[in-house]
C-alpha cells in the first residue's frame, strides 16, 4: 500500500467526480472503499483540487497564486514560539488569512519603538503605483518613519522574533514603519499588494516582487477607535497594546479579500508598528 503512486489518471478521475458535483469527503470515501491508503488518498485529493481551483482561476484572469508566510497553525495551538517570546493566537481566519497575535511585543518594546521613531516622524507617505515613487494620499491622514532593517536592537529582536512567527526569511522584509494617528486620522481601506495593471509596478517589483503578507503591531491604546478593519469580512481588530494582525495574500488581486484599513481614532492616539513582506530579499 506505501507504494500506491498519484497518477495523471487518478488527478483526472478526481477533477471529474468534482465537476460531477461530489464533495471532497464522498470522494474520499469512494478511494478508501477502493483500496487506497488514507494518506496516499489525501494527499491526491488536496494537491489535485488545489492545483484544479488554481487553473481555474489563471483561466478565468486572475493573477497566478505564489508562496506566502503561514504560521505553524495546523494544531490549533493557543501559542506559538517565537524564539524569544510566546506568542499567543487570538483569532485565525482562513479565507481570507486573517491571525490575531496577543502579547507579540512587551510594553517595553512598544515605549522603545515610539520613543525611537517619534524625532524622525513626517506625514506618511504611500507608494505611487502609476510612477513607481512615492505620494502624499488624501486617504491616509498619519504621520510615519521607517527603520532600516536591523537599524537597532529592538528591531532586529522584533525583525528575527516576526520571521520565525511566520515562517520567512528576515530579508524578504522591509523596513518596519512606525505611525502615528492622532485624533480623526485615518487610512481608508486599501490593498497592500501592488496592482499588476499599473504602469509603477514593475519598477516596484524590483526591491523584492511582490507584497504577500502584512503584520500590523499595535504599540499603544487610543481611548476609542482606531480599529483594523476587513470590510470584506466585517471585521475588525481592536487595537490592543502589544498585539498584532498579520494577514497574507497569495495573489494581488481583490479575490483574496484583504481589503482593510485603520479607522478613525476618536480619541487618544495610536501608534502602530507595520511590517510588510515580500516574494523575495527586499533590497
Known amino acids: 500500500m506505501s507504494q500506491q503512486q498519484i497518477t495523471p489518471q487518478l488527478r483526472q478521475w478526481i477533477v471529474e467526480q468534482?465537476?460531477?458535483?461530489?464533495?471532497?469527503?464522498?470522494?474520499?470515501?469512494?478511494?478508501?472503499?477502493?483500496?487506497?491508503?488514507?494518506?496516499?488518498?489525501?494527499?491526491?485529493?488536496e494537491t489535485t483540487l488545489q492545483d484544479h481551483l488554481e487553473e481555474q482561476a489563471v483561466r478565468q484572469g486572475l493573477p497566478p497564486a505564489v508562496q506566502v508566510p503561514?504560521?505553524?497553525?495546523?494544531?490549533?495551538?493557543?501559542?506559538?514560539?517565537?524564539?524569544?517570546?510566546?506568542?499567543?493566537?487570538?483569532?485565525?481566519?482562513?479565507?481570507?488569512?486573517?491571525?490575531?497575535?496577543?502579547?507579540?511585543?512587551?510594553d517595553e518594546e512598544c515605549e522603545?519603538?515610539?520613543?525611537?521613531?517619534?524625532?524622525?516622524?513626517?506625514r506618511s507617505l504611500t507608494v505611487a503605483t502609476k510612477t513607481g515613487g512615492e505620494e502624499l494620499n488624501?486617504?491616509?491622514?498619519?504621520?510615519?518613519?521607517?527603520?532600516?532593517?536591523?537599524e537597532n536592537e529592538v528591531v532586529r529582536r522584533l525583525e528575527a522574533r516576526i520571521a520565525r512567527l511566520v515562517n520567512w526569511p528576515e530579508e524578504n522584509g522591509e523596513g518596519l514603519q512606525i505611525l502615528h494617528y492622532r485624533p480623526g486620522a485615518e487610512y481608508k481601506p486599501h490593498y497592500d499588494y501592488f496592482d499588476p495593471a499599473e504602469p509603477g509596478t514593475p519598477t516596484i517589483l524590483?526591491?523584492?516582487?511582490?507584497?504577500?503578507?502584512?503584520?500590523v503591531m499595535y504599540l499603544s491604546e487610543p481611548e476609542k477607535g482606531g480599529g483594523?478593519?476587513?470590510?470584506?469580512?466585517?471585521?475588525?481588530?481592536?487595537?490592543?497594546?502589544?498585539?498584532?494582525?498579520?494577514?497574507?495574500?497569495e495573489r494581488p488581486h481583490p479575490s483574496t479579500r484583504t481589503l482593510h484599513g485603520g479607522a478613525p481614532v476618536i480619541a487618544g492616539e495610536k501608534w502602530i508598528a507595520t511590517k510588510w513582506l515580500r516574494q523575495q530579499r527586499f533590497e
Not at 465537476?19 to 469527503?25: K, P, S
Not at 505553524?72 to 482562513?94: N, T
Open 18 to 45: 468534482a465537476q460531477a458535483g461530489h464533495g471532497a469527503e464522498a470522494v474520499l470515501q469512494s478511494m478508501l472503499a477502493s483500496g487506497w491508503a488514507r494518506d496516499v488518498a489525501v494527499e491526491a485529493l
Open 70 to 106: 503561514e504560521p505553524a497553525l495546523d494544531e490549533s495551538p493557543l501559542y506559538l514560539d517565537a524564539g524569544d517570546r510566546r506568542v499567543h493566537v487570538l483569532q485565525a481566519m482562513y479565507n481570507p488569512r486573517v491571525v490575531v497575535f496577543g502579547s507579540l511585543l512587551s
Open 112 to 122: 522603545a519603538l515610539i520613543e525611537a521613531a517619534r524625532p524622525r516622524l513626517a
Open 138 to 150: 488624501a486617504d491616509r491622514t498619519s504621520n510615519g518613519m521607517f527603520f532600516t532593517r536591523g
Open 206 to 215: 524590483k526591491r523584492g516582487g511582490q507584497r504577500v503578507a502584512t503584520l
Open 228 to 249: 483594523t478593519t476587513f470590510p470584506d469580512v466585517h471585521l475588525e481588530v481592536a487595537p490592543k497594546r502589544g498585539n498584532a494582525v498579520f494577514f497574507s495574500y
